[in-house]
Structure formats: C-alpha cells, structure tokens
C-alpha cells in the first residue's frame, strides 16, 4: 500500500532565515487586534455584560420586524431580535436592565408574555444579572492568568529561561491575535470562548514544546552546528508531525463547525483559527524568538550537563 | 522491545476491559445485571432543564433580628417594674442596637435586664448609652443557619411542584444553585421561590383614623401603617405591630373554594389554634388582617369565636394563586429574601439537538481522522485508530465513574480530543520512520522512536493537563465543562499511545517478525 505523504522527508526549509518577515507579519496582527480591540471592542456575551438572552421557536415562520417592533415597545432598552439557524428559531437579546437582579426578571417574563401563544418552545433561557457578569469576568480573567503563569513555569524547570520565554512569547501572542479575532469579526465573545481561548493556548505550547524538545536533543547531538542551522533543522525533523496533528485536530473541528450546531459553531471558529495560529507561531515565533535571546550552547550544556549520558545516538 | 513486559502486558489489558465494562452501560438501552449500572449524567444543556442561581439576603436576618432585638429591649425596659426610662430613643445603628439617655442609677438594671434578651448579645454601657451587639461568631452562625433554612425551604418548595430529582446546593457563602432537569418553563418556580411567604396575623387598630396616619403620617407607636393591594390600589390599614399568631404554627394548607371563590384554608397546631381560638374569642367582631410578606391579602372581620384551629384565608385569588400560596406556606417561610442572579434553561428540543449534533460532529471527526491516519501510516495508523477507539471508550469509563458531567462544551472538549489525541501516534510514528530511514532495524528502529518520543509526549502533554486541570478549578459553567473531558482525554490518550499501541505494536511484532516496517 502506498502511504499518503504530505509532507517530503528531508525538507530543508530555512524557517529562520524568514524571520524578519515573520516578525513583521506578526507585529501587525497584533497591532491590529490591540487596535480593533480599543476601537471596536469585544462583542461581550450576556454571560460577561450581563442581560437576557431567549432562543424561541415560533410557530411557524416568525416575523422579525413585527417582533422586533412588539419587543422594542416593552421599554427594555436596545434588543436584539434575528433569525437563529431556521426561519422559526429566534433569537432574542436584551441588554443589562437597570435597577438589579429584579428588573432582569420581569424582563424575561414581560417578553414572554409579549410572545404570548407564537411561542411553541422556549429553546434556551439565560438571563445573567449584574453581580454575576462582574464575577465571571474576573473568574476568567483568573483561569486564563494562571494557566498561562503555570505553563511557564513548567517550560523554564524543564527547559532554559529563553524557552521559556520564547513559549510566553509565542503564547501571547496567539492569545492576542485571538482575542483580536474576535474583535475585529465581533463574533460573540463568552464563557465558551474563554474556553477556546485556553484550549489554543494549550494546543499552542504543546506545540511549541514537540520542537522545542527537539531543538533540546539536536543541540546535544550536534556540537558543531551553528544554533540557526540547528533550529532549522530541528522544525524540519519536526515538520512532519507538526503538520500531521494540525490536519487531525483541524479535520475534527471542522467537523464540530459545521455539525456540532449553532451554539458551538463561533467556539469551533475560534479554535480553528487557534490552531493554524498556534501552529504558525510554534514554528515563526517560538523557536526564532530562542535566536533573539541569544540562545547558546554554553548556557545550555553548563546547567543540563547531568542528563548528558542518556543521548547516545 | 519485544520483551514487552508481563506486568506492562496485564496493565494495558485490565485497563482496557475496566474501560469497556464501565463505558459499556451507556450504550445499552437497558440496564444489566451484570455490568455497573454507571451513565455519564448529562448537563442540563444536554437533557433540559432550568438551572437557577439564588442569592439569600442574610443582611435581612441580620436586620430584622436585631429590630426584634430593639422591640425586646423595649418591653424589658419599660414593661417590667420598676420602669427604667431612657430619654434618648432606641436606635439601631450598623450592627449595633443603642439605648440613649439612661439614668445613671438605672445602668446597673437596665444592663441586668437586656442581658437576659441573647446569651449571644454582648451588652456594654459608654456614659449614659447602652450599646448592645452580636459577636462575630454569633453573627455567622446565623448567616450560616439563615442559608440552611433557606435551603430546607427552597428543597420543600420545589419538591411540593413535582420537579423531579432537582438539585439544591449551597454555593459560595451566601448562594444557591437549584438544578431541575426537564424544566422547560421556570417562571412558576421563580415566583414561588421570589416570595419569603411570611405570614402573619395582627388585629386592625379600629380606633386609630387612617385618613389622618396618612396626612400627618403619625401612627400610634404600637401600631404600623400596611397596605392591601387591590386592582392596582392600595387600601390602607392601621394594625397592631404586635403578632397575634404567625406561619410557623401552620401545619396544613390547602387550596379550595368557597362559595365559588377560591380560598386557602390552613390548620394551626396545638399551641397555635388554642391562640387563634383565645384571640378570636376575645376580639369578636373586629377585623383579623392576614399580611404576607409585609401585605395585608384580607381583614376579614371576626363573626365568631374560631376554635377548632382550623381557618380560611379569602382574598381576590385566581385558582393558581390560592393553590401557589398553599403550596408556600405548607412548605414555609424564607427567613430571608431570595434574589436570582442567574437564569439558565434549555428546552428539551435543544437539549436532543445539541446531543444528535454532539454525535454527528464526533463521528464524522472520528472517521475522518482514522482515514486519515490509515492513509498516513497504514497499518500501525489503524493500530493508532484502535488506541483512538479506546480512547473514547476511557474518556466514557472515566466520566460514568467519576459521575463528572458532560455538557456540549464537554462534548467539543471530546471532538478536540480525537483530534489532538492521535498526536501522541504521530510523535511515534514518525519517530519510527525516522529511525528506519536511518537504517535502523525493525525492532530497533520501534525501540528508539518509542524511548525518543516519550520525553516529548510527556512534556507537551503535561503542559496542556496543567492548563486544563487549571480551568478545572478556576472556571465555571461551559470552561468547566469542557476542562473535565480535556483532561480525561489528555491522560487516556497518554496511556492509550504509550501502553496500547505499544502493546499492539509488540503482538505484531512477535507474530510476523517483519524484515520490513510497512511504514
């Protein structure tokens, strides 16, 4: 049987070599999404703003402006009224009501006495009051910071500080150019999409750290390369898995896009994107950043000198 | 390599058969006799349901004890001989009730008397003023039994509708979190749940004027000013403060009718009847207000003496009303207000949706990644889809016996796993291959790419099981949901690559004692 190869054995990419224009090129994408970010803002879900959110089938197809017309009467401030997958699923939005926890009760119950009988099911019901919004925001904020701070600390005690920091480095930047993603598409940003967030920054690293790792072991096995030669060669031995799991992980989460329903559909975007980002930055910003920070052999050996013995080839 | 050893060999099949016997029950319509009768229990976004988060305002039971603190210091004072004035007022002040303008001769009763309210009360005197406050401890305990109690009534309240199996927890200090599967429409729940229902009876004061407690707003300080709400008025009465008898003495309540009105009717216990029985006596033909929650719902007025603990409340009910106010006060009063801060349901159609889309997305990611694989690596790719199967079967084992909840971001968490779990093959496979480019033999060439690759698929998966294990803690709601399937498929899909493929790899290796690796 012949096996699929699509990546060539013995590629000689000069990865590094392209790192001025990698650079660049990221330098951009962050400097965009800091700018769609300050500009336009997040798209934040009731679940951080706070508000109503009911997903309804109509019966029969709805008629959105009449809707839209009836809901906006209620004197609830801006809601949102569109279409959700098919003509007879709704989905309404109602922002943060005024006057606490109370106020965002009566206005769930005022909608659903305005939708009266062309209500057939109340698909979904969320209605996330002030105090909560505030709490979770501040809970996500927490997950992803110490998420991030332990895996540095995990990398810098297995590896040296400038793999540390390169993969900080690399995280953040993935981190960023998500966020910014969701900024300038206005997808809706919400608790699922912390959890995106997290899941690209753990594809990322565990990423990063395959070459990384390979980069460790190559620098033990040749002693006379020269450290761009030896990244080099470290990404192309590599290349191949890289591109393997991107392709599986990439195949399932189209899978989850386009059949997994409309609720996790802006969450499988975002990992999408995670991982093509994530694999991009493994190999143009993680391992050029170990060149910037001056990485050597010296530094390298001196401290990992114990662990010499197991690298026989 | 091929000395795979024995215990190595016993480990990666009991594993196995413990992830089958466990994952098993999940997939059979009915349950065995032979097999653990463990599911994994699905989400309220997955099965339906309403899921409510309440917060209990203990600074109302702190409030309104220490108000009952202050009408007791009253009556110590003044009722009992010799009266001990004080010309400064009682106030309660943050969380201390103070007594002003106490003569000098009197401190030494005063502070005798307002001891014997609450052994928890420390009472001290500066000057002339009488300073009594709760210590810390007693403060908590209070909070602490005020959520207790709270929780007992909101477990009754909820039983009483007929919700099945419904989840009543204590969160944080204050919080609660009730779980109702199969919930579709709250609203009910919520109203009863909105209400403290505390009812109590007190007589009218027929000789004060209302007209003029409202002109001049002065009421007799024995008595207060409540309202009855009616079609959008508000009827004033003047009542005495004092209770004649309260809800806790109920031990029935039923919705009927009466005259074709519908009606609540209650039973008192013992001591609360022969009181409902004195008080009636006594006060034939003036008007009984019955107040809820600070409201007068009627004043009916007393015709006769009621003895026989046994009374009706009238009011302007609809049906659903009489039998919602029955169904609060059977099941008690909230000794605080509840509020909701959050309110997620999901209906029984998107429940199936999102589980019928779950498994869509999961089979078609699952075929399309083993194709993938098989295409990639041939036959050791499909020993990599097997891993891959077992994987899914660990994840199912892990999550029935944990009795962790999958929810539809747990699901996606699965979806990701399938796709990042064959990484560890990979990190392998190519491992191999290399080897065997470099000329390696069989054996050898598996030996040295499995020893290789280990470190690598150690230190990039304990990365990211720190990161999940992290959302774990930290996270809440769907972060949560999807950290628990991440996690396990992180740890299954280290054994499943390390043992079982392995072990695999080393049945096969054994039978045909290849020259060549089909790689």
Same mark, same amino acid.
């Given at each position: 049987?012949?096996?699929?190869t699509?990546i ?47 997903e ?13 017309? $009836?809901?906006?009467? @209620? ?26 926890e ?16 062309s ?24 997950a992803?910071s ?6 540095l ?30 900024? $300038?598409t ?66 399932? @989460? ?11 559909r ?18 143009? $910003? ?16 001196s ?9 026989k080839? | 390599?091929?000395?795979? *050893? ?35 229990r ?27 603190i ?23 002040e943050?969380?201390?009730?103070v %007594? ?15 001891n014997t ?31 207790e ?10 039983d ?11 969160q ?11 919930i ?19 007589m ?10 409202i ?54 216990d ?31 007025? %007393?015709?006769?003496? %009621? ?28 000794p605080?207000?509840?509020? =909701? ?26 075929i399309?990644? /083993? ?70 033999? *069989? ?13 690598t ?8 099981? %720190? ?23 992180? /740890? ?12 695999? =790899? ?14």
């Amino acid at each position: 049987m012949r096996l699929l190869t699509l990546i060539p054995t013995n590629t000689k990419i000069d990865f590094v070599g392209k790192r001025p224009f990698a650079f660049g090129l990221s330098i951009l994408l962050i400097l965009i999404s800091i700018g769609a970010f300050l500009v336009q803002g997040l798209n934040l879900g009731i679940d951080f703003r706070g508000g109503v959110l009911i997903e309804v089938e109509t019966n029969g197809p709805a008629n959105i402006e009449k809707l839209r017309d $009836v809901l906006g009467n @209620l004197g609830l401030g801006e809601v949102q009224v569109q279409e959700f997958g098919n003509p007879n699923d709704v989905l309404i939005r109602v922002q943060q009501q005024d006057g606490g926890e109370k106020a965002q009760q009566d206005a769930v119950i005022a909608i659903k006495e305005a939708l009266g009988d062309s209500a057939k099911e109340y698909r979904r019901t969320e209605s996330v009051g002030p105090t909560v919004g505030t709490e979770l925001i501040r809970a996500a904020v927490l997950a992803v910071s110490l998420a991030l701070g332990a895996i540095l600390i995990y990398i810098w005690i297995r590896f040296e500080w400038q793999f540390g920091v390169g993969a900080i480095i690399a995280l953040s930047h993935d981190v960023l150019t998500t966020v910014g993603l969701f900024a $300038v598409t206005q997808l809706e940003f919400n608790l699922a999409t912390v959890a995106a967030v997290l899941t690209i920054a753990g594809y990322s690293i565990n990423d990063t750290v395959v070459i990384y790792d390979r980069v460790r072991e190559e620098l033990r096995r040749y002693k006379k390369l020269s450290i761009p030669d030896l990244l080099n060669l470290s990404i192309n031995r590599t290349l191949s898995r890289t591109f393997l799991t991107s392709v599986t992980t990439l195949i399932a @989460l189209v899978a989850l896009a386009t059949l997994g329903g409309p609720i996790i559909r802006d969450f499988s975007y975002a990992m999408i994107w995670g991982v093509l980002i994530g694999t991009y930055s493994s190999i143009f $910003v993680a391992v050029p950043a170990l060149l910037v920070f001056k990485l050597s052999r010296e530094s390298f050996s001196s401290s990992n000198s114990g662990s010499e013995g197991e690298i026989k080839s | 390599m091929v000395n795979y *050893p024995r215990w190595a060999i016993a480990f990666t099949l009991i594993i196995c058969v413990w992830g089958i016997v466990f994952a098993s029950s999940n997939f059979l319509r009915e349950s065995s006799q032979f097999l653990p009768d463990s599911k994994v229990r699905l989400g309220l976004d997955l099965q339906g349901g309403a899921h409510l988060l309440l917060e209990v305002e203990v600074d109302e039971v702190v409030k309104a004890t220490l108000e009952s603190i202050e009408s007791l210091a009253r009556r110590e004072l003044r009722r009992r001989k010799p009266r001990i004035k004080y010309t400064g007022g009682i106030r309660t002040e943050g969380n201390t009730v103070v %007594i002003r303008g106490i003569n000098p001769g009197d401190l030494e009763t005063a502070l005798e008397r307002l001891n014997t309210i609450d052994r928890d009360l420390v009472v001290t005197n500066v000057d002339n003023s009488i300073l009594m406050k709760f210590t810390k401890e007693a403060l908590l305990a209070r909070r602490q039994r005020a959520i207790e109690q709270s929780i007992e009534v909101v477990r009754r309240r909820v039983d009483e509708t007929g919700v099945s199996e419904p989840t009543i927890q204590q969160q944080g200090s204050k919080r609660i979190i009730v779980q109702m599967p199969g919930i579709e429409d709250p609203e009910r729940i919520k109203k009863l749940l909105g209400q403290t229902a505390k009812l109590n009876f007190h007589m009218v004061n027929e000789e004060a004027d209302v007209s003029v407690a409202i002109r001049t707003g002065v009421v007799p300080p024995s008595s207060k000013l409540i309202y009855e709400e009616n079609a959008g008025q508000n009827i004033p009465y003047i009542v005495y403060r004092e209770v004649v008898v309260n809800g806790e003495r109920l031990v029935d309540a039923q919705a009927t009718f009466q005259d074709g009105q519908p009606i609540v009717s209650f039973r008192f216990d013992a001591q609360g009847g022969q009181t409902f029985g004195r008080v009636t006596t006594e006060n034939v033909n003036k008007r009984l207000a019955i107040v809820l929650d600070g409201k007068v719902v009627s004043a009916p007025n %007393i015709q006769t003496p %009621i003895m026989g603990g046994s009374g009706i409340i009238t009011g302007r009910f609809t049906v659903q009303e009489t039998v919602d106010l029955a169904l609060v006060l059977r099941a008690g009063a909230l000794p605080a207000p509840l509020i =909701i801060l959050e309110e997620r349901t999901v209906g029984p159609g998107l429940g199936a949706d999102s589980i019928a889309a779950g498994k869509l997305a999961s089979l078609v990611g699952f075929i399309a990644v /083993v194709v993938f694989m098989v295409a990639s690596y041939g036959l050791f790719g499909f020993m990599a889809a097997i891993a891959l199967v077992f994987n899914l079967i660990l994840i199912m084992a892990l999550l029935s016996v944990l009795g962790a909840t999958l929810t539809l971001p747990g699901i996606a968490g699965i979806v990701l796993t399938i796709g990042m779990a064959v990484d560890a093959n990979v990190l392998i496979l190519e491992r191999i291959k290399e080897e065997v480019r470099n000329g390696r033999s *069989p054996i050898s060439a598996i030996d040295s790419g499995y020893r290789r690759a280990l470190t690598t698929i150690i230190d990039s998966n304990l990365t990211t099981l %720190i990161a999940a294990l992290l959302l774990f803690n930290f996270g809440t709601g769907p972060i949560k949901g999807f950290a628990v399937t991440l996690s396990m498929g992180i /740890v299954s899909s280290m054994f499943t690559a390390i043992m079982l493929t392995r072990f695999l =790899i080393v049945i096969w290796l054994r039978q045909k004692r290849p020259s060549k690796l089909p790689i």
